[in-house]
């Protein structure tokens, strides 16, 4: 059994249900928030939950093996840091790292304490991501080619209420880093390391400090070409992913924020193979976990010596190296290549001067 300390009752709660739907594997025995009220309407009255807000109170608790980072963005590394001298396992919302000098601090931190920082990308669980997964293993999908991602979605002054959301103090980053984030990765789950980043980003919607739209284009060290479109100003929320490969075109519906849970298709380019690639989804559990339950599952797994689905640092490192070649081509007006060195543009941070 994993005792759990939650930090954040926000996203939080959303995490809460992912352990919850796993008992046998994780008891969460701590939720802490500077709204204490908020906490325990979150919690249920659940007694074997401790309100607090007080990180160190659950760090001294010998019950807790995982601290969950369930805070803005500014927080995300300190916080997770204390974790790790604390001798915790580290589960941390994204993004992981406002800069990939802190990511190297992360790394560091977590080998010298002998434990794992698990990122957030709940996004790769889904019965869509089991069935690409299935159809990769069989041979069946072939060389990845060309990607499309569009993350359309809306928001607006409700959303910038929060006092943090749209700074580069607070959030550290737009749409880039807080929205297109989770497809990015699975785009990189998919077609591998990018190679080359070429990139325009705007604020067009809200009157806030950082980008709510962009336009990006990335060349993948196998040779393949995606293209990502973003904005914050789309009639509702709807996330479209299309990945061609050699032998098949992999196409998402539009559900936005858990795509791998919605409707695939999967077309073979040569008709001939299509009864192949039918005959492995009809064979899939539809019932395999899906989002946080599956994202828990899997660092349940890892930590008990059985790793491989798990999402690990380098991962989430992977992810702000994208978002630092990004910021670092729409500033530049330039192609960025990868992989970033120390020394590199926007390396130690792609935050404005003042907000550093």
Known sequence: MIGV???????????????????????VRWLIDLDSARAAEVAGGDPTIAISTDIAAALADPGVDLVDVCLPPHLHVPVALQALQAGRHVV??????????????????????GRQVFPVFQYRYGPATAALDALIAAGLAGQPQVASLETHWNRGPDYYAVPWRGTWAGERGGAVLGHAIHNHDL?????????????????RVNPIETEDCAAIAIRFANGALATSSVTLGAAGDQTRLRFVFSGLTATSGDLPYAPAMGQWRFV????????????????????????????????????????????????????????????????????????LTFGSDCYASWLPEQDR
């Open 187 to 203: 785009l990189c789950r998919y077609f591998g390391a990018p190679a080359a980043v070429s990139a325009t980003l705007a604020t």
């Open 92 to 113: 941390l919302e994204k993004p992981i790292a406002p800069s990939l000098v802190e990511c190297d601090v992360l790394e560091a931190a977590a080998q010298a304490a």
């Open 5 to 27: 300390a939650i930090i954040g009752a926000g996203i939080g709660r959303e995490h809460l249900a992912g352990y919850r739907a796993l008992p046998d594997q994780f008891a």
């Open 268 to 339: 073979a380019r040569d008709p001939a193979q299509q009864g192949g690639i039918d005959a492995i989804l009809a064979g899939l559990d539809p019932q395999a976990p899906a989002g946080f339950v599956g994202y828990f599952a899997a660092i349940a797994a890892a930590l008990a010596s059985s790793p491989g689905q798990e999402v690990t640092l380098m991962d989430g490192r992977r992810s702000i190296e994208l978002v630092t070649a990004i910021y670092a081509a729409a500033r530049g007006g330039k192609e960025v290549v990868l992989p």
